[in-house]
């Protein structure tokens, strides 16, 4: 997955040099923006995709910590695209 | 944004569950008493059912069970792993095997009451179908039973050892026990140079190696059922008789045998007429 730290999902901002430049044309700078939300929408779409049952059916047989462990990670990645 | 408040309601929600589930894990517990657990977690399980937002459905509900099971079952063959079985075959300690089988199968069956228990609590909002629910439990106790049959087995064949039979025929019966416990002997063995781990539920080979013994066994008891009622006809004190029963014990208990015996019981009861 793109844009991921520590397990925890970034939203990579575009190039703050390319989009500030005088020379870049406007019609390239909303191309960015445009790559880059499309790239976001990925992104939120893959943590909200996350199901608890994808533990079990890996076959590892998860015990009941691995439940926790799901949701706090889930929140937190939400939280911090939230943010 | 839903998804964002429902993962950080459900892990409020489940953290209260935390100290129970590190209690469950953790090594340093006696296995014998990881069934106190049970009411506490079921009880905080069927709270949150209740007072949650979100985490009240079954999908959610399944999965934690499951992971509960798991987490019971490794504990379990912590317990009784399945080489340590033969060990203690070997050693011919095979009673401490069957005992701890039975606490085994005592410890993972007491879940599924808890699970009942709660399920009649939450008055028919838990709409489970409880075979997805316990599929790998069951198959983990299904399996303690297939051992707990063989280590019983063990027990009560190895009377054989000490019996002799005496009347006309004793001798030439006797002989035949002694044969009939050494091919006995030999079963077992063969059974003990299975390569793999017998606790392993996801190793299938297990029911055709399981299959292959009780087969084995079937026919060695035919053979005992039949020394036992020559044994029995040769006898002609009803004293005799009861003795002669009584060397056999537990072995009597065994379906085939019992049925055997059947029609001698008849006879012994004629004598009271």
């Given at each position: 997955?793109?844009?991921?730290?520590?397990?925890?999902?970034?939203?990579?901002?575009?190039?703050?040099?390319?989009?500030?430049?005088?020379?870049?044309?406007?019609?390239?700078?909303?191309?960015?923006?445009?790559?880059?939300?499309?790239?976001?929408?990925?992104?939120?779409?893959?943590?909200?995709?996350?199901?608890?049952?994808?533990?079990?059916?890996?076959?590892?047989?998860?015990?009941?910590?691995?439940?926790?462990?799901?949701?706090?990670?889930?929140?937190?990645?939400?939280?911090?695209?939230?943010? | 944004?839903?998804?964002?408040?429902?993962?950080?309601?459900?892990?409020?929600?489940?953290?209260?569950?935390?100290?129970?589930?590190?209690?469950?894990?953790?090594?340093?517990?006696?296995?014998?008493?990881?069934?106190?657990?049970?009411?506490?977690?079921?009880?905080?399980?069927?709270?949150?059912?209740?007072?949650?937002?979100?985490?009240?459905?079954?999908?959610?509900?399944?999965?934690?069970?499951?992971?509960?099971?798991?987490?019971?079952?490794?504990?379990?063959?912590?317990?009784?792993?399945?080489?340590?079985?033969?060990?203690?075959?070997?050693?011919?300690?095979?009673?401490?095997?069957?005992?701890?089988?039975?606490?085994?199968?005592?410890?993972?069956?007491?879940?599924?009451?808890?699970?009942?228990?709660?399920?009649?609590?939450?008055?028919?909002?838990?709409?489970?179908?409880?075979?997805?629910?316990?599929?790998?439990?069951?198959?983990?106790?299904?399996?303690?039973?297939?051992?707990?049959?063989?280590?019983?087995?063990?027990?009560?064949f190895?009377k054989l050892a000490k019996i002799e039979l005496?009347?006309?025929k004793g001798k030439s019966l006797t002989e035949t026990l002694n044969q009939i416990f050494v091919e006995f002997?030999?079963?077992?063995?063969?059974?003990?140079?299975?390569?793999?781990?017998?606790?392993?539920?996801?190793?299938?080979?297990?029911?055709?190696?399981?299959?292959?013994?009780?087969?084995?066994?079937?026919?060695l008891?035919?053979r005992l059922a039949s020394v036992i009622?020559q044994g029995?006809?040769?006898?002609?004190?009803?004293?005799?008789?009861?003795?002669l029963?009584?060397s056999f014990?537990?072995l009597?208990?065994?379906?085939?045998?019992?049925?055997?015996?059947?029609?001698?019981?008849?006879?012994?009861?004629?004598?009271?007429?």
């Open positions: 997955m793109i844009g991921l730290i520590n397990g925890q999902t970034m939203l990579p901002m575009p190039s703050a040099k390319l989009v500030a430049s005088e020379s870049t044309p406007d019609k390239d700078k909303a191309h960015i923006f445009e790559s880059s939300i499309i790239t976001w929408t990925k992104q939120i779409k893959n943590v909200l995709k996350l199901e608890p049952e994808q533990a079990l059916k890996q076959g590892n047989d998860p015990g009941p910590l691995t439940e926790l462990e799901f949701w706090e990670k889930k929140a937190n990645n939400l939280n911090s695209i939230y943010e | 944004m839903n998804s964002r408040i429902e993962a950080n309601d459900n892990f409020k929600y489940l953290n209260t569950l935390r100290p129970w589930f590190n209690k469950l894990v953790d090594s340093g517990k006696e296995f014998n008493t990881t069934h106190d657990l049970y009411l506490p977690i079921m009880h905080l399980i069927l709270l949150i059912w209740k007072r949650s937002k979100f985490y009240n459905t079954p999908p959610r509900l399944v999965v934690l069970i499951r992971e509960i099971c798991n987490a019971i079952i490794t504990k379990a063959r912590d317990f009784m792993p399945g080489p340590a079985i033969f060990q203690l075959i070997s050693s011919e300690e095979t009673y401490e095997a069957c005992e701890k089988l039975a606490t085994t199968i005592d410890v993972c069956t007491k879940f599924k009451d808890a699970y009942f228990e709660y399920k009649a609590k939450a008055e028919n909002t838990w709409k489970l179908t409880t075979n997805a629910l316990f599929v790998r439990l069951d198959s983990f106790l299904e399996r303690c039973h297939d051992i707990l049959h063989l280590t019983m087995t063990i027990v009560q190895n005496g009347g006309t002997k030999k079963t077992v063995e063969q059974f003990q140079q299975l390569n793999y781990d017998i606790m392993d539920i996801e190793i299938k080979q297990f029911d055709d190696d399981f299959y292959e013994f009780r087969s084995k066994i079937k026919e008891e035919r009622t029995f006809d040769d006898c002609d004190t009803i004293h005799g008789r009861f003795k029963l009584d014990e537990g009597l208990n065994r379906p085939i045998i019992q049925d055997e015996l059947e029609k001698k019981h008849i006879v012994l009861l004629d004598f009271y007429k």
